[in-house]
């Protein structure tokens, strides 16, 4: 949004955080023109903006790889679903450190602190229907308003698990592979496992308008499809939606 202003400087795009339901919401009451969301509306949702009057229309601009996140000192490498199930979901037994078989430099409790995102996050739904499936998260967990509070949160704390963008993971966290299940390739995230979906916990981004767009919400919209709104994507760490771009950082590897 920063970036389209050099290149129409008539429009202005004004972008307002709160999360993919905020966002989703704001469009079916008719006080966005576009919604940003890092997972699919829900049918009850598109059953909202019908009784509205229109049909929402998906639109898919990136990919993003939905990583774990770890102190730096913490020894783990690698975690299946159902070692991140036992952390984060209601039924799982997973409290401490030691129940997974290690200790921390640094977090004298030993106890895991897990770092979650607020209900209304898409990460956090997307999160929970792929990795804990129908097990609720337990409570108790620290939920930040954003994906940089976690990674903040994580950085600083020995104790703490999170989970967010791969977008916004720093030099000072960890990022374990994650495998689905026992025994399965264990794949760590990037770039290029998320295009491929190779990777585990990645997922589509997107943008969705109240009915097709027009003027200048499809302008906004092509141009970020273009190999210059594309670009942006990678520089900010998100995957592109094809695999022929010439962006300057992707030369330079």
């Known amino acids: 949004a920063e970036a389209y202003g050099s290149v129409n400087a008539n429009v202005a795009v004004a972008v307002t955080g709160g999360g993919s339901g905020t966002g989703i919401s704001a469009l079916i009451n008719g006080t966005v023109d576009i919604a940003n969301s890092s997972r699919e509306m829900r049918e009850s949702e598109i059953e909202a903006a019908q009784a509205r009057g229109f049909d929402p229309v998906e639109h898919i601009v990136g990919y993003d790889a939905l990583a774990v996140f770890l102190h730096p000192d913490n020894p783990i490498d690698a975690f299946t679903f159902g070692q991140l199930a036992s952390i984060y979901g209601e039924g799982g037994a997973s409290e401490s450190w030691a129940d997974l078989g290690v200790t921390v430099p640094g977090c004298s409790s030993g106890e895991i602190v897990r770092v979650s995102r607020q209900n209304n996050s898409g990460t956090y739904v997307y999160f929970q229907e792929t990795v804990l499936g129908e097990d609720p998260y337990k409570l108790g967990s620290r939920d930040m308003h954003g994906s940089k509070d976690v990674v903040d949160l994580v950085e600083n704390t020995p104790c703490a ?19 689905a299940e026992e025994g399965s390739s264990c794949i760590s995230p990037t770039m290029e496992t998320a295009v491929d979906r190779s990777y585990p916990i990645s997922r589509p981004l997107f943008m969705y308008t109240a009915g097709e767009p027009e003027g200048a919400a499809k302008e906004y919209l092509d141009w970020i499809l273009s190999d210059e709104g594309q670009c942006i994507l990678v520089e900010k760490g998100y995957a592109p939606v094809r695999g022929d771009l010439a962006c300057p950082m992707l030369a330079d590897g």
Not at 167 to 177: L, N, S
Request: with cysteine; glycine share 10%.
């Open 161 to 179: 698990i999170g989970y967010s963008g791969l977008a916004y993971a720093t030099d000072h966290v960890k990022m374990p592979c994650v495998s």
